[in-house]
């Protein structure tokens, strides 16, 4: 018999009764929301915000984004740029604080071809990683594992985040 992977928090979702809507570009409008908690926006700094990804490759999947409307970084003035950096950097130091991962995945998917999801918005991607987060489920089936809600994913790095 096959293993079965039962997720029932997920058919809400699939049902499309817990998408949220937003006017435009998403990327845009959830920092505009004003209800960090519930767009899971972390920190703002002048020019970007930190969310988590609502649909991780892992747990602590983060999201750093410009507040400008950009299809890619080079576009994006210097100001901008280094405050995405010095967000990496606080973003990096609040996921070692309450995860503390192995290693990092940090990257960028610029253009559809790339494989972005908002191609029209820059954002940076950081993903934690373990050792054993690779286990024989990615590996066989495709289907990734994450261990905690996205809420407790929250709360967790609201309480270690420094602005530093």
């Not at 280094?82 to 973003?91: E, I, N, R, W």
Request: glycine residues 6%.
């Amino acid at each position: 018999m096959d293993p079965i992977l039962w997720t029932p928090w997920r058919m809400p979702y699939l049902r499309g009764e817990d998408r949220r809507h937003y006017d435009g570009c998403i990327l845009c409008a959830k920092p505009r929301v004003e209800k960090d908690m519930e767009e899971y926006v972390l920190a703002r700094s002048t020019h970007v915000y930190v969310a988590l990804n609502m649909y991780p490759y892992n747990n602590g999947h983060l999201l750093i984004v410009p507040y400008e409307h950009a299809g890619s970084i080079e576009t994006l003035p210097p100001e901008v740029q280094a405050d995405l950096m010095a967000m990496l950097t606080q973003s990096l130091g609040a996921l070692r604080r309450a995860y503390n991962p192995q290693a990092f995945n940090i990257g960028a998917n610029i253009g559809a071809s790339a494989g972005a999801g908002i191609p029209e918005h820059f954002h940076l991607h950081v993903v934690p990683r373990w050792e054993a987060d690779s286990g024989y489920m990615t590996v066989i089936s495709g289907t990734r594992i994450i261990p905690d809600v996205l809420d407790a994913t929250f709360q967790r790095l609201r309480e270690v985040w420094t602005d530093e």
